[in-house]
């Protein structure tokens, strides 16, 4: 069964970093592309970034880039989002997603988790 | 960026109902279009990809169509687990991804 756990969320501060985890399993980690999807408290869904399988091509939603870096390791089956210069709009729901194998073949998010929370408060 | 303009933003409707759900692109995506739904406390699921592919194990009774700017979501036949919020999101060129905002279904 295909499985992604998040981890790492929690409260910081304005100005702050944190680094969420994503354990997967259940599926070739190191065969697939991954992906950050955020929902704020209230609002809609949000994609944040996506990954591919070597790490050679990283993408940014315009309200993250140069704050957020995604990465992954795939002899752990981890995928990770750091993210720096936090700010309160950043407050969501964070799910890491599994996405293709192969660019534009299949539905781009298929295996979704059930996400970890991130509060930016002072 | 691409922008999705989706609508209504909420609907309540009976058991057995048709509804439909519409998404407009800022620009031509061709069938890079995708239909999630989302109910409380779980993980999204897809539903169609490529504007009209339904994922497997989705029942029927949901379709996609569209193609270039326009799309829409339809639900054939409308049940009470259909109660969720419903997101459309293109996944045109370059890799940057845009959802819509989301459409509220009620079932009564």
């Not at chain 1, 929902?39 to 591919?52: S, T």
């Not at chain 2, 999204?44 to 009209?52: D, Q, R, T, W």
């Amino acid at each position: 069964e295909v499985q992604m756990g998040e981890s790492g969320g929690g409260l910081v501060q304005p100005g702050g970093s944190l680094r969420l985890s994503c354990a997967a399993s259940g599926f070739t980690f190191s065969s697939y592309w991954m992906s950050w999807v955020r929902q704020a408290p209230g609002k809609g869904l949000e994609w944040v970034a996506n990954i591919n399988q070597d790490e050679s091509e990283k993408y940014y939603a315009g309200s993250v880039k140069g704050r957020f870096a995604i990465s992954r390791d795939n002899a752990k089956n981890s995928l990770y989002l750091q993210m720096n210069s936090l700010r309160g709009e950043d407050t969501a729901v964070y799910y890491c997603v599994r996405a293709w194998a192969k660019v534009n073949e299949g539905p781009p998010l298929e295996y979704w988790g059930l996400g970890t929370l991130v509060t930016v408060s002072s | 960026d691409i922008q999705m303009t989706q609508s209504p933003s909420s609907l309540s409707a009976s058991v057995g109902d048709r509804v439909s759900i519409t998404c407009r692109a800022s620009q031509s995506i061709g069938s890079y279009l995708d239909w999630y739904q989302h109910k409380p406390g779980k993980a999204p699921k897809v539903l169609i990809y490529g504007a009209y592919k339904l994922q497997s194990g989705v029942p029927s009774r949901f379709r996609g169509s569209g193609y270039g700017t326009d799309f829409t979501l339809t639900i054939t036949g409308l049940q009470a687990e259909d109660s969720a919020t419903y997101y459309c999101q293109q996944h045109y060129g370059a890799l940057t991804w845009t959802f819509g905002q989301g459409t509220k279904v009620e079932v009564k």
